[in-house]
């Protein structure tokens, strides 16, 4: 009952910006919008977050669109050590996963 | 403070055993979240507590799975009469107010055989 759609799969190359989206439609006003990273074999580490603004962190940059029904994560340039599976999150007290995207990253 | 922990960190156990997993949060973290996951899966929500209160759970968490956090700090999951099927990560995150970032912890790979 995830209330994201992300693509399953995603590529890039290294050094080169990568735009992960998200659609979320059924968006509350109360809902943030989270994303998540989890490489292999570890625990998800959160990524960003946001509510209405576009945001920007030292990890990536948050584009939420003006009806807050999609999002993009933009990594400026990717590395290897990217490669992971991104999860977009609308978060309203609990904390629900979708399927996520996994981004391989090529040298 | 290094972060969530959970223990332990490995647990085989044979069907029909009972397994308990514990999860320290960050010190003064007040949300605490438990979920499960399974190769090739995004986490499976399956509660969350606001300090001593569990204020959610989905349906997984009746019958053979009971979670607690007593006085608010860390918090324990148990499975009673395990089965194969229970066999996967279980993920432990917490974070200082609602809405913010949460921290994950490295989990706790539960095998039934």
């Known amino acids: 009952d995830a209330k994201t759609t992300q693509p399953n799969s995603m590529e ?54 003006e009806d807050r029904k999609s999002s993009t994560l933009i990594l ?17 007290n609990d904390m629900r996963f979708g399927a996520g995207t996994r981004l391989t990253v090529k040298p | ?45 399956l509660t969350y507590f606001q300090n001593e209160a569990q204020l959610e759970k989905s349906r997984l968490l009746s019958d053979r799975f009971s979670a607690e956090r007593p006085k608010g700090s860390f918090s324990t999951l148990e499975i009673q009469r395990t089965e194969q099927g229970d066999s996967a990560m279980y993920l432990c995150a917490s974070s200082s107010r609602p809405y913010e970032e949460a921290f994950f912890g490295q989990g706790t790979r539960l095998t039934v055989v």
């Open chain 2, 1 to 45: 403070d290094t972060g969530v922990s959970q223990n332990p960190r490995h647990k085989i156990t044979k069907r029909g055993q009972n397994v308990t997993f514990r999860c320290d949060p960050i010190s003064e973290h007040n949300r605490l979240y438990w979920y499960r996951q399974t190769l090739g899966q995004g986490p499976e929500f």
């Open chain 1, 12 to 65: 890039s190359n290294e050094e080169e910006p990568v735009h992960l989206p998200c659609n979320h439609s059924t968006i509350s006003g109360t809902d943030y919008i989270h994303w998540y990273r989890q490489l292999p074999s570890q625990g998800p580490e959160y990524v960003i977050h946001g509510l209405t603004s576009n945001v920007n962190n030292r990890m990536a940059s948050l584009a939420i669109a």
């Open chain 1, 76 to 92: 400026h340039r990717a590395t290897l050590r990217d490669a992971a599976v991104y999860y977009c999150i609308l978060l309203d």
